[in-house]
């Protein structure tokens, strides 16, 4: 719709910013299980969803220079892999045994209480109309709390919500070794009482500030016995693996694909193995990769069949010396 007119329909959203008409759509929702079961939020492209890119183009720069070094949830130039391997490099620093504090708040984005959000969110944008619209799209679901997952902008607010701990822990508490992804972080110290003590501290903080809970799971352990689960791998000092419960979501997916193939999409297939096989790429993970798609002969042929379908070589099987056919 938006593409056969652009600038129609751009003018008109400028001239519902302009006048202030403007006002988030109704949610459609839905509920997904992988990983975890959530309700997703969803928003019509036009105008809504052009209307949070846009807001992200316009506090993007700003907010990302008041973000800590190690936060990296939708950031550019960061995200997952950019987490892990800062991760590697503070084990590398720890030459004697080290305990990790794994922590994450229960129900993190249904918890967002509004008005703790946009006091958060005032703290560094000024602009009366920016912060009016903002506003409209954090009181888009009724009540006192919830942002809803789904939305362009609820990741950005992920990191918002959280940044003034993490300077607390950084420039208060003198935490040297801390990661943070979203809601979920990790800080590592050769003293796990010092832990101990921090996991303490960052649940009174949250209930304090920002009137949240941790998560009853977080919990502080020794690094060698059991490696760091993080971001969906299981990182050890010298090597990395598959978290397990992806393991078996990736072993559960090719089987299906060896078995339903001629059923599927070629895009669906092609997708699902590359970008299965990308993500084992970043860990140790050969042997999973070589048994359950090199070595399957059905997995591979599906692969080379819808590659030959969408016109491009079988990346995998050029990569593993594979040619199609």
């Known amino acids: 719709m938006v593409n056969e007119d652009e600038n129609k329909y751009l003018e008109a959203i400028q001239q519902s910013l302009v006048d202030r008409t403007f006002t988030t759509a109704a949610y459609q929702t839905r509920i997904v299980r992988e990983p975890k079961r959530r309700q997703i939020y969803i928003l019509p492209y036009y105008p809504d969803r052009i209307v949070q890119h846009a807001i992200m183009n316009?506090?993007?720069?700003?907010?990302?220079?008041?973000?800590?070094y190690d936060t990296y949830s939708a950031i550019p130039g960061r995200g997952i892999?950019?987490?892990?391997a800062r991760l590697d490099e503070f084990l590398a620093r720890i030459p004697g045994k080290a305990y990790c504090l794994q922590f994450d708040v229960r129900s993190y984005y249904p918890s967002m209480n509004?008005?703790?959000l946009k006091g958060l969110v005032q703290r560094k944008i000024k602009c009366k109309g920016t912060l009016w619209l903002i506003d409209d799209i954090i009181d888009s679901v009724p009540g006192e709390t919830n942002v809803p997952i789904g939305n362009y902008l609820s990741q950005y607010f992920g990191?918002?919500?959280?940044?003034?701990m993490d300077h607390w822990l950084k420039e208060i508490k003198r935490v040297k070794y801390y990661i943070r992804y979203n809601d979920d972080g990790v800080i590592l110290h050769t003293d796990?009482?010092?832990?101990?003590?921090?996991?303490?501290?960052?649940a009174w903080y949250l209930g304090a500030?920002?009137?949240?809970?941790?998560?009853p799971k977080t919990q502080v352990y020794p690094?060698?016995?059991r490696g760091i689960d993080f971001l969906g791998y299981r990182t050890f000092r010298r090597y990395r693996l598959l978290r397990k419960r992806s393991a078996r979501r990736f072993k559960k997916q090719m089987a299906h694909i060896a078995e339903h193939a001629e059923d599927m999409d070629p895009q669906t297939v092609a997708s699902s193995i590359m970008s299965y096989v990308g993500w084992l790429q970043h860990a140790d993970c050969y042997n999973l990769i070589r048994t359950h798609v090199i070595e399957n002969d059905l997995v591979m042929d599906a692969l080379d069949a819808a590659c030959d379908e969408l016109?491009?070589?079988?990346?995998?099987?050029?990569?593993y010396g594979r040619v199609n056919g």
């Open 192 to 202: 796990k009482g010092v832990l101990h003590h921090l996991r303490e501290a960052i």
């Open 159 to 164: 990191n918002i919500y959280l940044n003034w």
């Open 58 to 68: 316009v506090i993007q720069p700003l907010w990302d220079k008041v973000f800590i």
């Open 81 to 84: 892999h950019a987490a892990i």
């Open 223 to 225: 690094v060698e016995s």
């Open 209 to 215: 500030k920002l009137n949240m809970r941790l998560n």
């Open 114 to 116: 509004h008005a703790i």
């Open 311 to 319: 016109g491009f070589d079988n990346p995998i099987g050029r990569q």
